[in-house]
């Protein structure tokens, strides 16, 4: 890690857009600490015996069928943040219009931003499915395992790394599962995306869009931690705990980045989301919740996310 070379990146950042995005990955590594990928056999066989579990306990336990996805890597921060990158200038482009007063004192802002955002996520993303919003349509979704982020957070919640590292397959499998049974699920997130960030573009606040959006990724996330918890195999109660302690307890520093991150608010959308879900599940089992992946209609709205019954009701 080396935070003047990042600073240097940042500063000499070039371009006729918002920001540059060559220096962005150029930062982002300069201060993030890679981390170990020396795995041993037993590793490497262990992520892919999780996986291939996880597929077969999902399917039979949520009543779907699924493929999963091609690319499945085991990574390092530095390879999160190079399969990341892409991601987020498609998400930001139509920023690339805009014009400032100071162009190049904002692409400086905008770069070390997007530096700083790119790093923090790089060390503390777990297990990554990627569907590949807003690609051209000729690229394979994704899944990805953060290796040294694993085992550095089964270390401080003191668990078996084996047991953690397969809860967390299980939870990215299911997020393969929602979008592979629902075919219109990717467009309508790019879509919701691709609007949100054009009027934000244009200097407007579309508060119903980003609402919407905000449904959908609750009901994304609920149902994934549904599914890690119902489908799992083994005993995951102190795992459940311990993360949800963990999710909790953050520094000042990080406390500050996450608010400006909205990362707060996705913890809202794993407690929201499962609490509906668990209830829906309760009354139907894990294969009713599956019903909501049927068509886009299925979503629950806003206020059923309060109150399971009435999606049940509706839904029926």
């Known amino acids: 890690m080396n935070l003047f070379r990042a600073a240097r990146a940042v500063a000499g950042s070039d371009g006729d857009g918002p920001v540059d995005w060559t220096a962005v990955g150029a930062a982002a590594h300069a201060a993030t600490d890679p981390g170990d990928l020396s795995l041993s056999p037993a590793e490497r066989d262990g992520y892919a015996d999780d996986v291939a579990d996880a597929r077969a306990s999902i399917r039979a336990a949520a009543g779907v069928d699924f493929d999963l996805p091609e690319t499945i890597e085991v990574q390092n921060r530095h390879h999160w943040i190079d399969a990341n990158i892409e991601t987020f200038r498609r998400l930001l482009a139509p920023l690339e219009g805009q014009v400032t007063l100071a162009p190049a004192l904002a692409r400086t802002a905008n770069t070390g931003s997007m530096a700083v955002t790119l790093g923090f996520l790089a060390n503390n993303v777990l297990g990554q499915y990627d569907p590949l919003l807003l690609g051209d349509g000729d690229d394979d979704h994704g899944l990805y395992f953060v290796h040294p982020n694993i085992v550095a957070v089964a270390d401080a919640l003191d668990v078996d790394h084996d047991r953690f590292r397969r809860w967390i397959a299980f939870h990215e499998v299911a997020h393969a599962a929602e979008f592979d049974s ?76 996450r608010r400006l991150l909205g990362i707060g608010r996705k913890r809202r959308q794993y407690e929201r989301g499962k609490g509906f879900f668990d209830a829906v599940a309760d009354e139907r089992g894990v294969a009713g919740a599956a019903v909501v992946w049927e068509r886009q209609e299925n979503l629950p709205t806003d206020a059923e996310l309060d109150d399971p019954d009435a999606w049940l009701r509706r839904v029926s």
């Open 182 to 257: 629902a075919p219109w699920l990717a467009p309508h997130l790019e879509s919701s995306m691709e609007h949100a960030v054009s009027e934000l573009a244009a200097g407007r606040f579309d508060r119903r869009a980003l609402d919407d959006l905000n449904v959908t990724m609750t009901a994304v996330e609920g149902y994934a931690e549904l599914v890690m918890d119902r489908a799992f195999d083994e005993e995951y109660a102190d795992l459940r705990e311990k993360l949800d302690e963990r999710r909790g307890n953050v520094g000042p520093v990080s406390r500050i980045i």
